[in-house]
């Protein structure tokens, strides 16, 4: 979950992109370990490719089996959609990624891991909050926010219903249960939840439109320690530096970590798999006996794999949400509790979805001509920070679902057919960090 707007403006932009499947031919590449020169080729037993909270998670927890890793990121750090900035001036640090954490043993453990406190998180301020219409930059008249706890127990009496949505995976029962079909705006009539909507939806961000998404993924995104979380408090680390976690992870696993590097060929068999990556240094070869694919299984995302067709298949069906995240300074806006976007006009008051960089901006100076924030003044607002954190929130349709996907998604494990390469990531559990690596752990403890 990402905090309201404190002392730097945070401005979380959602907005939804369906990502057209691509497919591009693989460079000719050896896989011949004559060819490279012996430093440049890597043997471990098992490769981890993406390094984010998953695949941190697997190569920490592999280390700790005694087993050798190499972990293949894109980006040039750890932790995926964890991202913490450091103000050059005061050396504060501000997380405007993930903020939050449910209270469950598997995110406790984990940063006991690393001698990491965690405390309860308190946002509560003595500041004003304003509601605000983006679209215009002028404020909601009239608008106060429902009290959620009479759609929280409605909404908490279906959960119990389902109580395989509390497992890590995506372990379905078939039939589905129809109502895990019907779209949430269906569901939130059904079952009279209407008052907890616009919570879930500040909290359920990256989905695009809510109320047109099969009823499955806002109740496993929004699930019973979500739940919990909301009514007892959800946890975030004592020092207010969630990207410590990744820094001293990273640390640890030293040169096992190829950060800037991409996958641009692989061979897998039964066996065993190679990989050549590209890295700053030039290619290497990388030969592992297993391989965990933690990374978001795109189409475009695996280019260069030999994906079987069974993988073809179901990759080819994803589609994907968006979510950025971002620091601005010099907003003109003075230090206020928060600014949250408020339809005037829209079913449940939830905001329309928005553009990124330029929309941003564009609604800063919004805010400070129509909003009538006292002490707004004449500036040109500058990104400190920004991330993407996209695709987000892979995703199939009701007929997908109902038709089997995640029994066919889930037997691509290993023996399953993908031949030495297990899966893991949101797109097997769901966006949060506990439930990631609770599924991980399933994976690493049965290579």
């Not at 050798?68 to 990624?97: C, F, M, R, W």
Request: charged share 15%.
């Amino acid at each position: 979950m990402k905090p309201s707007i404190r002392q730097t403006l945070l401005f979380l932009a959602t907005c939804l992109a369906t990502l057209p499947p691509l497919t591009h031919a693989a460079p000719a590449v050896s896989f011949d370990t004559a060819s490279y020169s012996p430093s440049f080729i890597i043997k471990r037993d098992v490769v981890v490719l993406g390094g984010g909270a998953s695949g941190t998670y697997a190569a920490i927890a592999l280390r700790d089996r005694k087993k050798s890793v190499a972990v293949i990121e894109k980006q040039d750090y750890l932790g995926g959609h964890t991202n913490t900035y450091t103000d050059p001036a005061s050396g504060k640090k501000i997380d405007y990624g993930v903020v939050l954490y449910e209270d469950i043993d598997i995110v406790k453990k984990f940063f006991a891991r690393f001698d990491i406190p965690l405390t309860v998180a308190n946002f509560s301020s003595q500041l004003t909050p304003y509601r605000v219409d983006f679209r215009t930059g002028k404020q909601v008249a009239g608008y106060t926010p429902a009290d959620p706890t009479a759609g929280f127990g409605a909404y908490g009496a279906q959960l119990a219903k389902y109580a395989f949505l509390n497992e890590p995976g995506y372990d379905l029962p078939n039939p589905v249960p129809d109502d895990l079909l019907i779209p949430f705006g269906d569901f939130i009539k059904k079952y009279k939840i209407d008052s907890a909507v616009f919570t879930i939806n500040e909290y359920a961000q990256g989905f695009g439109n809510l109320l047109e998404i099969p009823s499955l993924y806002v109740l496993r995104y929004f699930g019973t320690s979500t739940l919990a979380g909301f009514q007892a408090g959800f946890l975030t680390t004592a020092r207010g530096n969630n990207g410590e976690l990744y820094e001293k992870a990273s640390k640890e696993l030293g040169g096992d970590v190829f950060l800037s590097s991409t996958v641009i060929a692989t061979l897998r068999t039964n066996n065993g798999v190679k990989l050549v990556i590209q890295t700053p240094q030039g290619l290497k070869l990388v030969i592992a006996s297993k391989l965990i694919i933690s990374a978001p299984p795109l189409v475009s995302n695996l280019a260069g794999f030999d994906l079987s067709t069974q993988e073809r298949s179901l990759f080819q069906q994803w589609v994907t949400g968006a979510y950025y995240t971002s620091l601005v300074s010099d907003t003109g806006i003075p230090d206020i509790d928060s600014i949250t976007n408020v339809g005037a006009d829209t079913p449940y008051n939830l905001p329309p979805d928005a553009a990124v960089k330029s929309a941003i901006v564009a609604t800063i100076n919004r805010i400070k001509t129509a909003s009538g924030i006292p002490g707004t003044t004449p500036s040109t607002p500058k990104f400190v920070a920004f991330n993407s954190h996209t695709p987000y929130e892979l995703r199939v349709s009701s007929d997908a679902i109902k038709g089997g996907f995640y029994a066919q998604l889930n037997a691509l494990q290993g023996a399953g057919g993908a031949k030495s390469t297990f899966y893991t990531g949101a797109a097997f559990a769901r966006h949060g960090s506990g439930d990631v690596w609770a599924f991980t752990e399933g994976i690493v403890a049965g290579l």
